[in-house]
């Protein structure tokens, strides 16, 4: 991934999420703490994919209650997917 986006699900608009590495690999752990400008617990989630610039995109996550979110790429079926804990 070469990049994360966060926006409050009743908008469309995305804000960028700084991560300190310039790409993240596989196996690599980031940690996110941002400030929402939005007074909501629903957020939109997207990634970016370095090599083709392809996306996934996540709705309405209830960051209020959730902890951590793993996102799993599946490159034999070009699926991406995610848990959210």
Known sequence: MKSIYL?????????????????????????VHFTPGAKTCHWDLKVVYSEDNSSAIW??????????????????????RATFD
């Open 7 to 31: 926006g409050p699900s009743a908008s469309d608009q995305w804000s960028p999420v700084k991560v300190d590495q310039s790409s993240i690999t596989d196996g690599m752990t980031v940690n």
């Open 59 to 80: 709705h309405k996550i209830d960051l209020c209650t959730v902890e951590k979110i793993t996102i799993h790429y599946d490159s034999d079926k070009d699926v991406t």
